[in-house]
DNA sequence: ATCCAGGAGTGAC
DNA sequence: GTCACTCCTGGA
């Protein structure tokens, strides 16, 4: 068990921010997370954070996972005081962190996520997590299954993938799952790579566009100025800055406020 | 019913 | 380079 105080952090606007689609609220402060082949409880009162998991684990995996090492106060500090719309967006997502996930676990999910809804993306990635990947007990008992690796996705066959609920995208996985298996793409290649290189190289891949490939390079790999531009942030775009997006003035921390913005519009548009 | 939800591939111009 | 069209699926 590990407990900390952290400000500019909460648990409940993390998993509501939509990057992460295997944590989910299981009572009104407690949440549950798997990533890459972990498990993890956590409990969230005021700025006091409960980590279900030895201090091992949380030094070693989870304190990176959340970004703990990083200061959001400054980028929210750093927002034009007068672009009331971006302040009120900041404020409202200010617990909000851009987790540091996984990549392959990044390109499978955000293949997904095109053309798809939340509720759905979750459903679809269960249920090949609990086809292809290995199942796991957690230290409290807790049944799960970690993320399938690109070899177990790459013996499905589409059909397979289709009866996952993944549709016309369960080529792109597969295509995608078998490139990674055989070594032709490699990923601890592109983790090495500048954010315009690993852009690029993700958009060889079958099913990879423009914002799915942001969507990886700021979820799993940490580019903060990647800025990925979906139907709701364009949309909003549109009507907050008709002159354009001032990303000049953001340089570098463009993807810390497309989560903030993304938060917001997501709240406000029930 | 038609449209669209956190898009991308394809072919036509 | 920019359209228009298509691709699963299901909820409004």
């Known amino acids: 068990m ?3 105080e952290i400000p500019y952090f909460d648990l409940s606007e993390i998993c509501d921010s939509g990057q992460c689609f295997r944590m989910e609220r299981i009572t009104e402060n407690e949440f549950q997370i798997r990533a890459e082949d972990k498990y993890l409880r956590a409990t969230q009162e005021g700025e006091t954070v409960r980590f279900d998991c030895s201090e091992e684990e949380f030094e070693t995996f989870w304190k990176h ?5 990083r200061d959001y106060g400054i980028y929210i500090e750093a927002i034009d005081p007068e672009d009331t719309y971006l302040k009120t967006a900041a404020e409202l997502g200010s617990g909000i962190r851009i987790l ?3 990549l392959w676990e990044m390109i499978v ?5 095109q053309q798809n809804n939340i509720f759905r993306i979750r459903k679809c990635i269960d249920r090949i997590s609990r086809r292809y990947g290995e199942e796991k007990r957690a230290a409290d008992g807790t049944v799960y299954h970690a993320f399938p690796t690109a070899e177990a996705l790459s ?3 589409e059909e397979e993938l289709r009866d996952c609920n ?3 995208r369960a080529k792109y996985v597969r295509d995608t799952a078998l490139r990674v298996a055989s070594g032709e793409v490699d990923l601890a290649v592109i983790r090495k790579m500048t954010y315009p290189e690993a852009r ?4 060889k891949l079958y099913g990879v566009g423009v914002k799915v490939a942001d969507c990886i390079c700021l979820m799993a790999l940490h580019e903060l100025s990647a800025f990925p531009v979906d139907t709701h942030i364009r949309q909003a775009l549109e009507k907050h800055y008709p ?9 570098g921390m463009e993807g810390v406020l497309q989560q903030y913005i993304f938060y917001y519009e997501l709240i406000h548009k029930e």
């Open 2 to 4: 590990v407990v900390k």
């Open 65 to 69: 996972y959340f970004d703990l090492e």
């Open 100 to 102: 540091n996930q996984d």
């Open 109 to 113: 999910s955000f293949l997904i996520s």
């Open 155 to 157: 013996q499905a066959t």
């Open 166 to 168: 993944l549709g016309y």
């Open 200 to 203: 690029e190289e993700l958009l």
């Open 243 to 251: 002159g354009g997006f001032p990303a000049k003035r953001y340089g």
